[in-house]
């Protein structure tokens, strides 16, 4: 006699089927999104991707259409009967799957529902073609009349530009090359390191390759009329710098970063990719944001905002070397690249972190909005108290555990998810056990309260002598 008994596969959403003894699984669709607390639908199930390989094609003349044609290589983490990647905008000519044509359809606001020929089963390396045109989605904006672009953005600009697991926790390596007519002074800056550009028919190809994991949203490009610098640091690390017109005022600060890779090295481990460098635009605003290899100085950086460098830079170990497993977990790239400004004036401007500490708690330990989002989940706020109240908490635990288990501490962290993804519960335990000690109330207290932490964590180790 057969019996047949039905079973939903949670962890794989596959569905095994029971027939005489014998199992096999029906394949199923993987999620479309990944349910990430802040942002559910980015990111999606089924499948992990090892590679993206994107070739875009771009006219400054014509600055709200694009063409694209990118390669997208996985691996099936379920048997697999369809899956989605993350695309905002444009027109899909066409899409193979390991080089034979795959149905797809569009639905929601990025999702691109692709369905090969023959099921994946679990295990399964495939490649996913996508070749696309049309008018890029909102991360893809034009700076000037002049039809330059910057393309990057938090928290998921990639699908803007092409098609993508659109979410920090599936990492991959990447490949860039971007076709524009051939004219002079126009460049393309992306991630990692350029190859030699390529000049046939009238058009001028730009290549670039990260060959380390990437999160997807320090992924960018910057197509503008550039001058571009390039040397070697003594490590062999190699530095590529970009300046739109006008923003060459920034090139002395940005000529410090020898200096400021041999700061962070000693305190955090070795730099974790093969270079670094800025792209910057004119202006005095301040303010960054933290591609992979290459930060961008969208408002430019004046002299008095010099630590807006040590800030980006700082993100190479945390948030992109090690980038965070949800959204909520924001606390581990912000608050430390916030603290690491703070190191910076120590060491080099010869602030007493004590003294500015109590000067920050004592303008602020009356204000309960100050308090009110917890580091470790600070919800629709995004950032929450990330630059405020998260190097208070850095500066707090540094007193609490000493410097030696402080920076240990650091270290550990960079090496053992170097290239990885963690969550803020990783950093508590590790923390607690660097220490030896339980940590569990100073992390309530500063991580997961709504309100300003009690003396005994407010003021410990030095901090409580001088309150």
């Known amino acids: 006699m057969f019996t047949r008994v039905w079973a939903a596969a949670a962890a794989t959403g596959s569905i095994l089927v029971l027939t005489a003894g014998a199992a096999s699984a029906v394949p199923g669709p993987g999620s479309d999104g990944l349910g990430d607390p802040l942002y559910p639908q980015d990111g999606n199930g089924g499948y992990r991707v090892g590679h993206y390989d994107v070739a875009i094609g771009y006219d400054p003349a014509k600055p709200d259409f694009l063409t694209g044609d990118t390669t997208v290589t996985a691996v099936a983490t379920q048997d697999l009967s369809r899956f989605d990647l993350d695309l905002d905008g444009f027109t899909v000519q066409g899409v193979t799957v390991d080089g034979a044509p795959a149905a797809f359809t569009r639905t929601g606001e990025h999702e691109l529902v692709i369905t090969p020929g023959k099921p994946l089963p679990h295990g399964r390396h495939f490649t996913v073609r996508v070749r696309y045109s049309g ?225 920050a708690v004592t303008a602020s330990q009356s204000d309960p909005d100050f308090w009110k989002t917890p580091l470790a989940d600070p919800g629709e706020s995004f950032y929450g108290g990330s630059y405020t109240v998260g190097p208070l908490m850095l500066h707090a635990l540094r007193r609490t555990v000493g410097d030696a288990v402080f920076f240990r501490t650091l270290r550990d962290w960079t090496s053992s998810h170097r290239h990885g993804n963690a969550s803020w519960a990783d950093f508590e335990h590790l923390a607690a056990q660097e220490y030896g000690h339980d940590l569990g109330g100073f992390f309530q207290a500063w991580a997961h309260s709504s309100v300003i932490p009690p003396a005994p964590y407010l003021y410990p180790g030095s901090l409580k002598e001088k309150q």
């Open 135 to 359: 008018t890029p989605g909102f991360f893809w904006m034009t700076a000037d009349a002049k039809g330059a672009v910057h393309a990057f953005g938090e928290p998921h600009s990639a699908s803007s530009w092409y098609p993508v697991n659109d979410h920090p926790s599936d990492k991959a390596t990447f490949h860039l090359a971007v076709t524009l007519p051939d004219r002079p002074g126009w460049n393309v800056v992306g991630n990692g390191v350029p190859s030699p550009p390529v000049v046939r028919d009238g058009k001028k190809t730009f290549g670039w390759t990260e060959n380390q994991p990437v999160a997807s949203y320090l992924t960018g490009v910057v197509i503008d009329q550039m001058t571009v610098y390039t040397k070697k640091l003594a490590s062999g690390t190699q530095v590529v710098d970009a300046y739109t017109a006008g923003a060459e005022s920034a090139k002395p600060l940005e000529d410090r970063l020898p200096e400021v890779m041999d700061f962070l090295t000693a305190r955090y481990g070795p730099y974790p990719f093969s270079s670094i460098g800025g792209i910057f635009y004119p202006g005095e605003e301040g303010g960054g944001f933290e591609l992979q290899d290459r930060p961008v100085y969208p408002g430019g950086v004046a002299p008095a905002q010099f630590t807006t460098i040590v800030h980006e830079v700082a993100h190479q170990w945390f948030g992109d070397s090690v980038s965070v497993a949800h959204w909520s977990d924001i606390c581990l790239k912000e608050c430390f690249a916030t603290y690491t400004e703070w190191l910076w004036r120590d060491a080099k401007e010869g602030h007493d972190l004590d003294a500015d500490y109590r000067a």
